[in-house]
């Protein structure tokens, strides 16, 4: 008898939460890993505003930052006599310090896998950046 009325109760804190927070957790990352200008058309065909809710960094612009969180704001908004959930709206967090850091530049740690991802990235370029001046090698005098 007991055990019953646990999964009942178990059931309606799951639909109280369910009614609270909203399933747009689920599609905010989606938007993780973007940068803020890829992340913020995507939310404006999908009818959200992308608001800015903390930045770390000055190094790139808004547009270059890159999403390292999102999601669906907690709060009420007071709407005439009452309050409403804000459900237009998708919170975000910025990366603008770069996309990973080096032992000279502070920036996302490559134990991030977004950052290691960046690190991978800028270390083939480099390679093949460093063979194609092999190829073309220049001596002196000549």
């Known amino acids: ?7 009942i ?4 804190l799951a639909a109280a939460a369910l ?9 905010a990352d989606d ?18 505003d992308p608001i800015v809710a903390t930045r770390v960094g ?3 612009e808004d547009d270059d930052c890159i999403v ?8 009420l908004r007071g709407v005439g006599d009452g309050f ?3 459900e237009d709206e998708m919170l975000v967090s910025l990366n603008c ?27 083939e370029e480099a390679a093949e950046q460093e063979e194609e001046e092999l190829e073309a090698p220049v001596t002196p005098d000549e």
């Open 58 to 60: 000055d190094k790139l």
């Open 97 to 123: 310090a770069g996309p990973f850091a080096t032992a000279t530049k502070p920036a996302a740690s490559v134990a991030n896998p977004i950052a290691r991802a960046a690190k991978s990235e800028a270390e």
């Open 31 to 48: 938007y993780v890993g973007k940068t803020y200008a890829d992340a913020s058309d995507a939310m404006d065909e999908e009818g959200l």
């Open 19 to 27: 009614a609270l927070f909203g399933t747009a957790t689920a599609t």
């Open 68 to 75: 390292v969180a999102a999601w669906e704001p907690p709060f």
């Open 84 to 86: 409403e959930h804000s």
């Open 9 to 12: 109760g178990a059931m309606a």
């Open 1 to 7: 008898m007991q055990l019953r009325y646990s999964g």
